[in-house]
């Protein structure tokens, strides 16, 4: 399974946590890892979040609110 096969299958779940702003796929082609976008860093978030998807590391940033123009 690819990194963006992975997170297509965990999309929806992820993005229905409260603060989770955006996900996609980063890291290298080498070391590919799933990234997820969250408005602020909070303890309780960061604990509720998997620290890995189908295998691929998880790396959590602070966005900040995504807002479309």
Same mark, same amino acid.
Do not use: W
């Given at each position: 399974?690819? +990194?963006?096969?992975?997170?297509?299958?965990?999309?929806?779940?992820?993005m229905? #946590? +409260?603060?989770v702003?955006g996900v996609?796929? @980063? &890291?290298?082609?080498?070391?590919?890892?799933i #990234?997820?976008?969250?408005?602020?860093?909070?303890?309780?978030?960061a604990?509720? !979040? +998997?620290?890995? !998807?189908? @295998?691929? +590391?998880v790396?959590?940033?602070?966005s &900040?609110? #995504?807002t479309?123009?």
């Amino acid at each position: 399974m690819s +990194p963006q096969q992975a997170l297509e299958q965990h999309q929806e779940q992820l993005m229905s #946590i +409260p603060g989770v702003e955006g996900v996609g796929v @980063g &890291g290298s082609e080498v070391h590919p890892e799933i #990234i997820i976008m969250v408005r602020q860093h909070r303890t309780e978030m960061a604990n509720a !979040l +998997p620290k890995q !998807l189908n @295998g691929y +590391p998880v790396r959590v940033e602070v966005s &900040g609110e #995504i807002t479309a123009f």
